[in-house]
């Protein structure tokens, strides 16, 4: 094989890297899995998920860069801003098969490995390490969904911009202002005084 | 004791009486005096609850003021779980309102149930699935809903915890001031002397009649793809129960859910 790597070996590697990281896994029983997963491939501010649609896929970000948004009286709300590595998809939708509310969209083009509905009920079928793998996943998405709901509610807003462009230093060049402002439940205003504060500092 | 812990765990994976019979093992029964605390700030979760009789709440402090960031009672789950996953300190106190009656299982024995039955860790990976659903749900309520509406969104769907659970409380779980909550509360008993006068503006009521992201989630949980093991009317309306939570504005977690 060719030394350069292509991206979606890349991306299937850092997959196989992530779900060694919650079940130890062969490289045999990896490939066993590969069948299910579809390669998806979107230029920038395409919407993946309309309003409406029925969630189809659980993705993970390969490359690129995804959101997810709620519309709510002409605004939209951000909820996910999910780079390589994450996982998104409209949750609500895709396990219960109803129409989303939110609505899913790249910023950037973006590479997603993908797993339908009906792939993911067929693994849990048939691959004996699936159940244990999807319940620690979702455990692992919990914790962090719970930590990031109790920030927003202990925390100012002055200290919950401080903590993510610490955390998160790249996505302000990546991303548009706004829309981490909108994600930080921060007026976009709030959101370049603190950054001008902090640059002057 | 053990039917409503049955009954709530068919609905996501039916058991077999052995597999019943092997979990029920491994629980321990608890109970607590009101106000007493399960699980301090500070501390690691040790226990997954299953709630026998009783009522209780889980809250943090932000500066000196309590938050409510869940009420629950028979026959629901509550526990500072992303501790108890997790392993970490929980930031959260859990504590009884009213005399309380959990089955608990500790992580030790969970992990053992899992090893030794498929069809456990199944339920196990769909009640977490569950939750997790409840805590998205909760954010669109955040952003979708004002006070009142959460308020008569949380009524029309607890009105049992009305009377139950102390005023302040409730307040606190739906993230409005305790005035505010007094003055809702008001306006919604006072409704049938209210509609012969003309004070049909300030009826509470009105609204509530076309809810309109609330009818989407029942809908939601009404067709949940996770209990559609056994979708019997319990499971709907449990998980009606546990919306309000999700669509309140500051528990990540509320009646219904941990």
């Known amino acids: 094989m060719n030394k350069k790597k292509s991206p979606y070996q890349t991306a299937l590697d850092d997959l196989y890297q992530y779900l060694s990281g919650f079940v130890p896994l062969t490289r045999s029983e990896f490939s066993q899995l590969l069948p299910y997963i579809e390669i998806r491939e979107f230029e920038k501010k395409v919407k993946i998920l309309r309003e ?43 396990h219960y098969q109803l129409p989303s509310e939110s609505i899913v969209e790249t910023i950037e083009p973006t590479v997603l490995l993908s797993i339908s509905y009906d792939s993911l009920e067929q693994l ?34 002055r200290e919950r911009f401080l903590e993510y462009i610490r955390t998160h230093p790249h996505m302000l060049q990546r991303v548009p202002q706004k829309y981490i402002a909108s994600y930080l439940n921060i007026k976009p205003e709030t959101f370049s005084r603190l950054k001008h504060l902090v640059k002057q500092q | 004791m053990l039917d409503a812990l049955r009954q709530y765990l068919s609905r996501y994976v039916p058991l077999s009486n052995e597999e019943f019979a092997f979990l029920a093992d491994k629980l321990v029964i608890r109970n607590f005096d009101k106000k007493q605390q399960l699980v301090n700030v500070g501390e690691v ?28 009672r028979e026959g629901e789950i509550i526990s500072s779980s992303a501790s108890f996953l997790s392993g970490t300190p929980s930031p959260y106190i859990v504590e009884a309102i009213e005399p309380a009656t959990v089955f608990s299982i500790s992580k030790k024995h969970l992990e053992k149930l899992y090893d030794s039955s498929p069809r456990i860790e199944r339920a196990g990976r769909l009640i977490l699935t569950h939750l997790f659903l409840q805590k998205e749900e909760w954010e669109q309520g955040r952003i979708r809903m004002d006070t009142r509406e959460r308020f008569l969104h949380f009524v029309q769907n607890n009105p049992d915890l009305l009377q139950r659970v102390p005023q302040k409380y409730l307040a606190s779980y739906l993230n409005m001031k305790p005035e505010t909550f007094s003055r809702f509360k008001h306006l919604l008993y006072r409704r049938p002397p209210a509609e012969q006068h003309k004070a049909s503006q300030t009826s509470l009521a009105s609204p509530a009649s076309q809810p309109p992201k609330a009818s989407q989630a029942s809908q939601s949980s009404k067709a949940s793809h996770v209990s559609q093991a056994s979708r019997s009317s319990k499971a709907s309306q449990e998980s009606q129960l546990s919306r309000p939570s999700a669509k309140s504005v500051n528990p990540p977690s509320g009646p219904g859910k941990k």
């Open chain 1, 52 to 94: 409406g649609e029925v969630e189809a896929y659980l993705n993970i970000v390969a490359r690129g860069l995804v959101r997810k948004y709620l519309p709510f009286k002409n605004q939209e709300v951000i909820i996910q801003l999910a780079t390589e590595g994450h996982i998104v998809h409209s949750e609500i939708s895709f």
């Open chain 1, 124 to 157: 849990y079928e048939r691959f004996p390490k699936a159940e244990r793998l999807g319940r620690l996943i979702i455990s692992d998405l919990f914790i962090k969904k719970d930590f990031r709901y109790f920030d927003q509610l202990r925390k100012s807003t």
């Open chain 2, 45 to 72: 979760e040790t226990s997954l609850n299953f709630i026998v009789k009783g009522l209780l709440r889980k809250f943090f402090y932000r500066d000196k003021t309590e938050v409510i960031t869940q009420i629950a």
